[in-house]
């Protein structure tokens, strides 16, 4: 039998971390740990990049801003943006929902859905139905119907749409995931990361894999060469492709099944014991 130390050594170095943000690499107070932040800065000495790869959009990235280090680069929005935090949230690429489909999922949720309320995330900002429950409150949110708020009098003068976000106040939240891939799978891309019936959607084909990859594919970096970490449903297809994946020890049981390893919980640095453990993979490889 082929140890866990000599498998691991015959894999190819880590060039590339990839890690979610809320209940993966910050606590619940949403605080960046001291043990965290110095395995974040020993990965960046050891030429290990490090990439914040988080449903966020940019707007809520100063929560990490102060530990990108050298590259500054960060996958927001479930991979609907990519953003330089060193510019101060930047957009470099976007990836939107057009607005005539997200129209179109708006309609087929309220069907297979009824009381399903919306908010409409732009690269400007966020707006929302009456009844969505505002989990962060925006003075400069607007407040009207999704069908108002995802109308344009000019199509594609409009900000992009960079997320729809769909809250149901009674189902179950996988249950409510399920109901809106089967109604609306061939128009978008539907995740969660939240406790509740929260659900978040972006452009067919877009998510945090996706746009890792064509990240690590502009850099050379293989599937093989990403260590990603993550704890909910908007984590899994990143840990699906990456060679190595971690999913932490507060992780849904879907994160569980498609990681290939685990690590402590989130209150309990568990990213920076692996980050570690490459660091020092990194080192003696050298």
């Known amino acids: 039998m082929t140890s866990s130390h000599s498998a691991r050594s015959e894999a190819p170095a880590v060039r590339l971390i990839a890690t979610d943000l809320d209940g993966t690499l910050l606590r619940d107070d949403k605080s960046v740990s001291e043990r965290t ?10 030429g290990i990049e490090v990439f914040f790869v988080t449903g966020r959009p940019a707007r809520w990235m100063d929560v990490v801003s102060a530990h990108v280090h050298g590259h500054g680069l960060a996958i927001c929005a479930n991979g609907a943006a990519v953003v330089d935090l ?29 009381g399903t309320s919306f908010a409409v995330e732009l690269t400007t ?3 929302y139905e009456p009844k969505y429950p505002p989990f962060f409150l925006d003075p400069g949110a607007t407040v009207a119907t999704a069908e108002k708020l995802l109308f344009e009098e000019a199509p594609g003068a409009a900000a992009p749409v960079i997320k729809l976000l769909a809250q149901h106040p009674e189902l179950d939240p996988d249950v409510f995931l399920a109901t809106a891939r ?10 969660r990361s939240s406790p509740t019936a929260l ?15 064509h990240c690590c594919a502009e850099r050379g970096i293989a599937p ?10 908007n984590d899994i297809e990143m840990l699906a492709w990456a060679g190595r994946s971690y999913a932490m020890g507060n992780a849904h049981p879907d994160v569980i099944a498609a990681a290939t390893g685990r690590t402590a919980g989130n209150n309990e640095d568990g990213v920076a014991v692996i980050i570690e453990e490459l660091v020092a993979e990194a080192v003696r490889d050298r």
């Open 37 to 46: 932040i110095a395995a974040l800065a020993a990965a960046e000495r050891a």
């Open 86 to 114: 060193h510019a101060g949230g930047t957009f470099l690429e976007v990836r939107p929902l057009e607005r005539p489909v997200a129209l179109e999922v708006v309609r087929a949720l309220r069907a297979a859905a009824p």
């Open 125 to 127: 900002g966020i707006h």
């Open 182 to 191: 089967e109604a609306a799978g061939d128009l978008a891309s539907f995740t």
């Open 199 to 213: 659900i978040e959607i972006s452009g067919l084909g877009v998510s945090k894999a996706s746009t890792l990859a």
């Open 224 to 233: 093989e060469e990403v260590a990603a970490f993550g704890d909910m449903p």
